[in-house]
């Protein structure tokens, strides 16, 4: 089981009731054999396709001429939309060119190890067969096939893990379904009926007729009891042990986290817990006519190679249109990542989370003696350092061709990049070492002037006693969530947050401050220490933390810091007097200055 304060985090609907939460860390739970030897399959796949399809996905985002910007799925909700005026989109929505195995083809040749698709999202529409209601694919639409028993053939055929989406709160249709304020009174919802005439029904559809699921993936719990999170987990376990479930069946009965949408948690979180981030490829989860904001094929392959470096999984969504095609600003995108992977595969599958501290050069996973450095930010000089590396390496090569690269081993290893490399390749270096690498995480941040900024984040700070690390939450919109993470109780000079730095050589760096401060926190003083360096600053006004508000930060200069040698140091943040909570501050930045 999950710790509570998953719980506090994941219980949480969208839109969320709380803007600030206490930090989830990700910690290794304890569990029965079949999910013990599920979730080490789950482990190995890493990488997986999200898929948001439904008939929102007819609206495209658009409803009686309006557009809504961020997630489609939601327009129901977002447009307040009554349920018969919603429903008239299922007489519409007739998907031809839906062809399971044409996208089984895709998420294959996209490297994607497991495909997991919303059977029911919030507007309650199933996308398949159901006897519980009448308001399913098969039944309510002149398509009248069931695509998730075609995509479940096509998937087992090909290989790839199926998984469902299913919104065992919220449904808009229902009566006694959740998140409906606009149409239905919610004290007169009764929700034990609808648990037991439509989730539990349908959730066992789903469990006997698609043949084995990796997972089911539960969503917005809200305000749902303890007792029916416990009993989707019991029925869900009885028909299929090995199927897992996701922390958003709520209550922390999840056999792995979901960290909030958009997120790869920091690394000095993840404590070798089970995970798996969830990211939109644009700005909506289901389809949307006129968002074609898609993520970079080096963006993508940063998250992915960011997260299994993590030790999670990366499940990036797809929101297929009302004829059933995946978009091709997306699509593209996703079979480029895919051509990366059939190189650089072995990088990513199968690996476990990095044992290095934080690398300005980019991130690494391990398999045995085998370290991948993943080269996401090419050093100036060409030379790629790992401080502290004291396994001998007996071969370095570049994943891409095998070519052995020149590398030398003393205090450290350094690596020389071949100089013809294109720019843009997330460039993967295989490191063999006589014995596996040890952890050595907590030996601080790689500093190098080499590169430039250097974000020093909170949530790697050590927090002295008192002090406590918060996820704030904002949105843009409902779908827009952007989190992050700052500390509460830096209110007396005794208190601090401290970060380790290793310089790799002599020299100055600015600092600079990422924070947010109240008008009350206006003018309060804190200060930067480095040994008996010590740079006092003022604090500005950026206005109040809100819900479902942009948060605005203030990127202040400090001062320098010279480092005169190499070696590790302390860089920490104090306030000056007593009483007085000095900011949410985000991150510390160091900027090579010489
Ligand atoms: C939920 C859904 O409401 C949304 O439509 C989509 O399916 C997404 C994957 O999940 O949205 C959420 C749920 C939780 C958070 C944010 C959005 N959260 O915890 O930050």
């Known amino acids: 089981m999950t710790s509570t304060s998953v719980q506090a985090q994941d219980a949480v609907g969208a839109p969320p009731e709380q803007t600030r939460f206490k930090a989830q860390v990700y910690e290794p739970v304890q569990h029965d054999a079949a999910t013990t030897q599920a979730l080490a399959r789950f482990n190995n796949d890493r990488y997986a396709m999200f898929i948001h399809w439904g008939i929102y996905a007819q609206a495209g985002g658009v409803i009686r001429g309006k557009r809504f910007y961020g997630a489609s799925e939601w327009l129901m909700q977002r447009s307040k939309t009554p349920s018969a005026e919603y429903l008239a989109l299922a007489e519409e929505f007739n998907p031809v060119d839906f062809d399971a195995k044409a996208w089984i083809r895709t998420i294959k040749a996209a490297g994607?190890?497991?495909?997991?698709?919303?059977?029911?999202?919030?507007d309650g529409f199933a996308m398949f067969k159901s006897a519980a209601s009448k308001h399913n694919i098969v039944d309510g639409t002149r398509f009248g096939r069931d695509p998730l028993k075609e995509l479940a053939e096509a998937a087992k055929a090909e290989g790839v893990g199926l998984g469902f989406y299913y919104s065992q709160y919220q449904d808009w249709t229902e009566p006694n379904g959740g998140g409906n304020d606009w149409e239905f009174d919610p004290k007169k919802t009764d929700f034990d009926s609808y648990f037991n005439t439509k989730v539990v029904p349908q959730v066992t559809e789903l469990l006997t007729n698609y043949g084995p699921l990796r997972e089911i993936w539960f969503d917005t719990p809200g305000p749902?009891?303890?007792?029916?999170?416990?009993?989707?987990r019991e029925l869900v376990k009885k028909l299929q042990p090995d199927c897992l479930l996701n922390s958003r069946i709520g209550n922390g009965l999840g056999d792995y986290s979901s960290p909030s949408d958009s997120e790869v948690p920091p690394a000095s979180l993840v404590h070798g817990g089970d995970w798996e981030s969830v990211f939109t490829h644009n700005r909506s989860w289901g389809y949307s006519a006129f968002d074609n904001d898609f993520k970079s094929t080096d963006t993508l392959i940063e998250l992915l190679a960011t997260s299994a470096s993590r030790g999670g999984n990366f499940m990036l969504n797809m929101g297929p249109d009302g004829r059933g095609r995946f978009p091709e600003g997306a699509q593209s995108r996703l079979l480029k990542v895919?051509?990366?992977?059939?190189?650089n595969g072995e990088s990513i599958y199968g690996t476990t989370r990095s044992p290095l501290p934080q690398t300005p050069w980019g991130v690494a996973t391990q398999r045995g003696k085998r370290l991948y450095l993943h080269v996401l930010d090419r050093p100036a000089d060409g030379v790629i350092r790992v401080p502290g590396l004291t396994e001998a390496v007996t071969k370095v090569t570049l994943l891409a061709g095998g070519a052995a690269l020149p590398f030398k081993q003393g205090d450290g290893l350094a690596i020389t990049l071949p100089?013809?490399?294109?720019?843009?390749d997330d460039l993967v270096i295989a490191v063999d070492t006589r014995e596996p690498v040890a952890a050595r995480r907590d030996q601080g941040a790689v500093l190098s002037p080499v590169y430039g900024r250097q974000p020093l984040d909170v949530a790697d700070a050590v927090l002295s006693e008192g002090v406590g690390l918060e996820a704030v939450k904002t949105q843009l919109s409902v779908d827009d969530t952007r989190k992050y993470y700052t500390v509460v109780g830096l209110d007396d000079p005794a208190k601090s947050i401290a970060w380790t730095v290793q310089v790799e050589r002599p020299g100055d760096y600015?600092?600079?401050l990422q924070y947010s401060a109240t008008a009350a926190q206006a003018g309060r003083e804190g200060v930067v220490e480095m040994n008996d360096q010590k740079r006092a600053f003022g604090v500005v006004e950026t206005g109040k933390i809100e819900r479902r508000k942009p948060v605005f930060l203030a990127f202040q200069p400090v001062g320098i810091l010279h480092f005169d040698k190499p070696g590790r140091y302390t860089v920490a943040i104090r306030p000056q007097t007593a009483g007085q909570e000095l900011f949410a501050i985000r991150a510390l930045y160091l900027t090579p200055a010489n």
């Not at 994607?112 to 059977?119: G, K, L, M, N």
């Not at 749902?224 to 989707?232: C, F, G, I, V």
């Not at 100089?419 to 843009?424: E, G, L, N, Y």
């Open 338 to 343: 895919g051509d990366w992977l059939k190189v």
């Open 419 to 424: 100089k013809d490399a294109t720019p843009s």
């Open 112 to 122: 994607f190890r497991y495909v997991v698709i919303t059977a029911k999202h919030h």
């Open 224 to 232: 749902m009891a303890p007792e029916y999170s416990k009993r989707l």
């Open 510 to 512: 600015h600092i600079d």
